[in-house]
């Protein structure tokens, strides 16, 4: 599984449904704010790919209606 490290949090891939992952947004207290939960392995890969990039998830939808916000 694929780890991205930002400032004051990490995203951390995790398995989920056979080859569906999912990804925790942990602070780095150690607190989850939030799992993005793709509905397809496109999504997946799609969330993966802007990760590399670099991008920030605050303001990212988790899948479920919840907006992240890292503090």
């Known amino acids: ?10 995203v951390i891939e995790r ?9 925790d947004v942990v602070l780095d ?3 989850i704010v939030g799992t993005i939960t793709p ?10 790919a802007v990760l590399d990039l670099g991008e920030d998830v ?5 899948g479920m209606g919840n907006t ?3 503090r």
């Open 58 to 62: 605050n303001g990212w939808e988790d």
């Open 1 to 10: 599984m694929r780890k991205w490290k930002r400032e004051g949090y990490e």
């Open 39 to 48: 509905a397809t392995l496109d999504d997946m890969e799609a969330i993966a």
């Open 29 to 31: 207290s150690g607190e």
């Open 68 to 70: 992240i916000y890292v």
């Open 15 to 23: 398995p989920f449904d056979y080859d569906l992952h999912q990804f």
